[in-house]
């Protein structure tokens, strides 16, 4: 059956950093492209971050560039999204997200870990 399961989020000062992981089951993972999410109130759901199968490619919002940084362990199935310099529009729920390469209609969600940047 397939998971994915978010966790290390919290609570985080301004300028601090903080590390989320995920961790996949029930599926090829070296296969799938791996995204972060991340869903502020009163805001759409916006890419955050995305690194390709073999962990060569990524991508980042604009807003992040610099500052957050996305990698994957296929060993481990589990990828990564360190996150520095938070700032209070940080805030937001984060959600991990699979896709497959070749067959994209092939795409899973975890249920999401709150991040809140708040002194």
């Known amino acids: 059956q397939v998971h994915l399961v978010e966790s290390g989020g919290g609570l985080v000062q301004p300028g601090g950093s903080q590390r989320l992981s995920c961790q996949v089951f029930?599926?090829?993972?070296?296969?799938?492209?791996m995204s972060w999410y991340r869903h502020a109130p009163g805001k759409e759901r916006d890419l955050v971050a995305q690194?390709?199968?073999?962990?060569?490619?990524?991508n980042y919002a604009d807003s992040v560039k610099g500052r957050f940084t996305i990698s994957r362990d296929n060993d481990k199935k589990m990828v990564y999204l360190q996150m520095n310099s938070l700032q209070p529009e940080d805030t937001a729920v984060y959600y991990c997200?699979?896709?497959?390469?070749?067959?994209?209609?092939?795409?899973?969600w975890g249920q999401g870990t709150q991040v809140t940047v708040s002194s």
């Open positions: 690194i390709n199968r073999i962990g060569t490619t990524t």
């Open positions: 029930g599926f090829i993972f070296s296969s799938y492209a």
């Open positions: 997200n699979a896709r497959h390469e070749i067959f994209p209609t092939f795409d899973y």
